[in-house]
């Protein structure tokens, strides 16, 4: 028979092997919340590259134009922009309404300006244009005219070393009367020229038209 000792013995040794069970085990749970916070935490990757040269920051500027990155788009801009000689607001009011067109344009193009009406000055033509730039080939060769899309516009690709310039030309073809005659005084282009920095960064210089 055990004595009260005894009894009290087993029940404390019972009582501890009980506990060991039921508590959870700290460090694993702490290693475990350690893991998530840092998935957490862990910032998104970039979908821009480190810039090296002025392909590298050509090939941003296509993606923030893809994806409509405003931010990362103002970047290409020195504003306020003179409106006269950038002719920015003659492509921001092209496919404008008259009612909607200002009687004089305003001297400066202003960052809240770019913010309004970016997509009027990078163009559904110019943004599906922009995308099949094969941009080694315009490296390698100074020049890159891509295929025809179906409405009928392709773009012209130009960079010229010397100059330290890179020109983006939207060219539109011509239309068909009706007799479906081609009609060539139809063709016009919208030209954009960059600035090309230290061989790296590329800065909006002006939007011409021509035709």
Not at 3 to 31: E, R, Y
Not at 63 to 82: H, M
Not at 190 to 202: D, E, G, M, S, T
Request: hydrophobic letters at 30%.
């Amino acid at each position: 028979m055990k004595t009260n000792t005894q009894k009290i013995l087993s029940l404390t040794i019972a009582g501890i092997t009980l506990s060991g069970a039921c508590t959870p085990d700290k460090h694993k749970n702490k290693q475990a919340d350690a893991k998530s916070d840092t998935t957490i935490r862990s910032p998104a990757k970039s979908p821009y590259v480190t810039v090296n040269t002025w392909l590298d920051d050509f090939r941003n500027f296509r993606t923030a134009v893809y994806q409509n990155d405003v931010q990362k788009l103002k970047t290409y801009f020195s504003f306020p922009v003179n409106a006269d000689t950038t002719q920015v607001c003659n492509i921001v009011y092209d496919n404008a309404d008259d009612s909607k067109r200002p009687e004089t344009y305003p001297g400066t193009f202003t960052e809240r300006d770019f913010e309004k009406h970016h997509r009027a000055v990078f163009t559904h033509a110019f943004i599906k244009s922009l995308l099949k730039v094969k941009s080694e080939q315009l490296a390698q060769k100074g020049e890159y005219t891509t295929p025809k899309v179906k409405e009928s516009y392709v773009m012209i690709a130009n960079y010229d070393k010397a100059n330290a310039t890179l020109q983006l030309s939207v060219s539109y073809s011509g239309d068909t009367d009706e007799n479906g005659n081609y009609v060539s005084e139809s063709e016009y282009a919208v030209i954009y020229f960059f600035k090309v920095q230290n061989n790296k960064f590329l800065k909006f210089d002006k939007i011409l038209f021509a035709g």
